[in-house]
Structures are given as C-alpha cells and as structure tokens.
C-alpha cells in the first residue's frame, strides 16, 4: 500500500476503531469465533512460542486457557526483553532458529516489524484464517502488506501516566490535568521526600514513551498529516512541533520529575519503584499495569491516565495503537500448532484472557470482554476520537526510531543534547522507507 494511503487509512478509521473496541460489542462472528479453526488440523507435538517479557503474564494467561483446550500439545516459551529481542529475531528467521510463532511489531518502525520482515518472505500470510476479515479497518494498515494479512494484535494498548492510587492518595495527590499542575506534582513529589515518576531509560524502549505521550496534542492535533510524505530530503523533526516535545521533556528533567540517574535504572526496576510507593507513577503502555500488579501488596490499585501537555484540558490526547502483536514464522517446524495458536487467541477466550492481564482492549472486538474500570480513561478517550497511533508505526524506516531511543540515552547520560536527538532522527528519517 502506499505509504500517504496507509497512514490515512490508519488515521480515517482510528476513531471508529477504539470505539468499537471500548464498548466491546460487535456484529462480526470474529468476536465470537471458535478457539480453533476449521482449516486447522489437530496439532500434536510441540509448538514453540517466543515473546517479551513485557507481556509474559498475559500471554501465559492464554497459552495456559489453550492447552485446556490442547491438552496433548507441548508448548515451549521464550522470553526476552524489547532491547535483545529486536536484533536477534531476524537473525533467527533467516538462520532457522526462530519459534513457530513470534511476537513481531505492527508496520515499519522497528526491525522486527511487519513491514521490515515481510519482504524478506520471513512471515506467513494469515490472510485465509478465519479471523482475518474481522481485523477492523484501523488495524489493517499496519498489519498487512499489499493487502495480504500477516500479523494479529491481540490488543489495543495506550500510553499515559500510571499512577499508583495509593500512593498518590498518601501525599494528598490527583492526576494531573494540565501541564502547569504536572509540574507542581513533580514539585509533591519532591517536597514528600519522593519522586513523581520512575523513568528506566537503560532499557532504551522506555525513553521514547514521554514523547509518544505528549507528541498526540502537542504535534499531531494541528497537524495530524505530518508524516503523510515521500519527500526525505528536508528535516522532518527539527523545526516542527517535536521540538516542543523534547522541550517539554527536558523540562521535566528539570523539574526534578524523575529519579536520579534515569539510565542506570531499567523497567523492572521502575516498576518495583512504582509498585512499592517509591515513585508515584511511570508514563508506559497500559501493558505495565500487570507488571506493577504482581509486584505490589495486593490491595494496591494503579490508574492509566492521560499525560497533559498544555494547560487546555479540551486539547490533551492520548498515544492509542495495537499492540500485543504475534506471527506465525514462514518457516515454522509445526506450523499446524503454530497457526492453531494465532487462530485461539484471535477468538473471544485468547483475546480476552490477554486483555483481562494485559488491561488492554481486545483487537478484534467480542461481546464478552469488560474494560478494566482502570483503562477508564483510555476508553474515554476511544470514544472520543482523542487518540493517535504509536508514533514509530507510522515512520518510513526503523532507524527513525533507534535514532530516538539512543538519542534519549545520551540526553541523560549527558552526550546529547534534545537538539541532537531530532537531528538523529532526522538523518534516519532522510533514508526514507525500509
């Protein structure tokens, strides 16, 4: 598909997307599909998965509910964390090693992502598996190339400030709703001997979830078609609004909003920090509540909301696109199990039982999910037609994104300036599509 028309696509259908998936209802069968397929046949053997471990409780949640259903099956799992798993997937791919299913990325923006791998014949069409024309319109320009289908997502994730309600409760605290009282909030923290949010840039996937939170209001509201282009030879990020979004995160470094030495903290420890009351909250995907939920006492609550960037509380916006995304490997040793798998968790009992641990929304809507009363504000903002896609989905080349990613490290190690982070993403950006 061509790139102006994917990103329309994707941006045109987004709106209708999230609505349908915060209420949970659909006329579709997809919603309501049985846990295998009827072109599959009964898988034997072992079926080897491999995935991050970011989302490792909500994906055993329905590896677990699937071998109810295949009880002779041997499902064997791999985890590894974002900053290994990229590199290495292709490799495995081209050399064999790789697992019958995988956790791959929706798009462009990374090198183990749909549109990087497709190319290479390194992923198998899932075009003709039942589900696959109940993927809503809003999905499809990310997960598929020239028409043909090639990953399920099994959720839609947001990004926003997570905040540990009791914590917050304990020094007198609210959410934030504007960028003056986000600031004044850093400012709490600080006073009640504590920190507003935990920040773990040593896993460099974690650095880009600030910008991604604030650039929905502060670059893409007023101008939403930024990146609909195939002219790579002007600066695409110096001199537009993303200089406001890196300003505005310097100024929450400033403000003392995060721990001290960002980079010598990782995202386990983050979450601990949060989990514990040692922070109040993180900005990350929805997914990290589940991770905080196994690692706090067990009344402990955490909220998902909105990350305000200005001071006009009709203008915030929230970072919203799917996630939870798995293929099937074109060269899979037991693609019959593989292909089982993808076909259980894009129904009702795999999606949801992902979602429920995930607090994500289902990414083929059903009648039977309920949205978690944290992700309140998520579906809200579904509904309201306030979201934009993950930023990375979106750009031409993975480059784009590393360049982000490692330029926020060195902000906070000290080698880079915000200037140089976009002139970074600049010269990857001129390199153009993947």
Request: hydrophobic share 40%; proline share 5%.
């Amino acid at each position: 598909m061509h790139r102006k028309r994917l990103i329309a696509a994707s941006l045109a259908t987004a709106a209708a997307l999230f609505s349908l998936a915060a209420c949970g209802g659909s006329d579709s069968e997809g919603g309501s599909n049985d846990s295998g397929s009827a072109e599959t046949s009964e898988p034997t053997g072992t079926l080897t998965i491999s995935a991050l471990n970011s989302d490792k409780a909500a994906l055993e949640a329905s590896i677990k509910a699937f071998q109810a259903a295949y009880p002779d099956l041997d499902v064997k799992t791999t985890w590894a964390d974002t900053d290994q798993y990229q590199p290495t997937l292709r490799t495995q791919l081209t050399g064999g090693q790789a697992a019958d299913v995988i956790q791959i990325w929706p798009g462009a923006g990374n090198s183990a992502a749909i549109s990087v791998l497709q190319p290479a014949g390194l992923l198998e069409d899932l075009s003709d598996r039942p589900w696959a024309a109940d993927v809503p319109d809003g999905l499809k320009p990310v997960l598929t190339v020239d028409d043909q289908v090639y990953g399920l997502s099994v959720t839609v994730s947001g990004i926003g400030a997570i905040f540990n309600d009791q914590a917050m409760e304990k020094i007198g605290a609210t959410a934030p709703t504007t960028w003056t009282e986000l600031l004044d909030l850093c400012q709490t923290a600080q006073d009640k001997g504590t920190v507003a949010f935990a920040l773990g840039t040593q896993d460099s996937w974690v650095g880009q979830l600030i910008p991604y939170a604030l650039a929905p209001e502060l670059v893409y509201t007023a101008d939403p078609e930024l990146d609909m282009t195939d002219d790579y030879s002007a600066p695409h990020f110096a001199g537009s609004a993303w200089e406001d979004v890196l300003a505005e995160y310097s100024e929450m470094d400033d403000a003392g909003c995060f721990q001290d030495d960002p980079n010598g903290t990782d995202y386990n420890t983050s979450i601990s920090m949060v989990a514990k009351g040692d922070a109040l909250g993180l900005v990350n995907g929805n997914w990290a509540i589940a991770a905080l939920k196994d690692a706090a006492p067990a009344d402990a609550t955490f909220t998902l909301n909105a990350v305000p960037a200005s001071d006009d509380t009709e203008a915030t916006r929230m970072a919203a696109a799917a996630s939870g995304t798995y293929g099937v490997n074109a060269n899979a040793e037991n693609k019959t199990a593989a292909l089982a798998f993808i076909d259980f968790l894009a129904g009702a009992e795999g999606t949801n039982a992902f979602a429920e641990v995930n607090a994500g929304l289902p990414g083929i809507p059903n009648d039977e999910f309920q949205l978690d009363p944290s992700l309140q504000a998520l579906g809200d903002y579904f509904n309201g037609g306030k979201t934009y896609p993950f930023m990375d989905q979106l750009w031409p080349n993975p480059d784009v994104q590393n360049a982000h990613l490692t330029g926020i490290q060195g902000y906070f190690d000290g080698s880079q300036s915000m200037d140089d982070v976009l002139k970074g993403m600049d010269d990857a950006w001129a390199q153009g599509p993947a």
